[in-house]
Nanobody, 125 residues
Framework: VQLQASGGGLVPAGGSLRLSCAASGLIFSSYAMGWFRQAAGKEREFVAAISWSGGSSYYADSVNGRFTIFRDNAKNTVSLQMNSLKPEDTAVYYC???????????????????WGQGTQVTVSS
């Protein structure tokens, strides 16, 4: 299984970025997908998750209303549209896949079986 994240970069505060994650080696439509982030010196934290069909999505309070997660099961991709970026959004962003059926587990990093390599997002003030 491979999850390849891309799209990170340097952006000024208030700007936008779109992260993408391409999955291979798994039945993509059978996995809920999530995005997590880890800032320097901090623990990895949940950002967003989306159900297998894309019909349900969940967000951390800190990004709700600014970030949107969506997926394309035909292309085996999941994306994270990030708008109104803030300096505190600076982190390495990871995509991950979980076979768990209960959405209550999607907030927890331990629920995810597969992880991408991460992509750096830096928001300048």
């Amino acid at each position: 299984v491979q999850l390849q994240a891309s799209g990170g970069g340097l952006v000024p505060a208030g700007g936008s970025l779109r992260l993408s994650c391409a999955a291979s080696g798994l039945i993509f439509s059978s996995y809920a997908m999530g995005w997590f982030r880890q800032a320097a010196g901090k623990e990895r934290e949940f950002v967003a998750a989306i159900s297998w069909s894309g019909g349900s999505s969940y967000y951390a309070d800190s990004v709700n209303g600014r970030f949107t997660i969506f997926r394309d099961n035909a292309k085996n991709t999941v994306s994270l549209q990030m708008n109104s970026l803030k300096p505190e959004d600076t982190a390495v962003y990871y995509c991950a896949a979980t076979p768990r059926y209960d959405s209550g587990g999607w907030y927890k990093a331990a629920s995810y079986a597969y992880w991408g390599q991460g992509t750096q997002v830096t928001v300048s003030s």
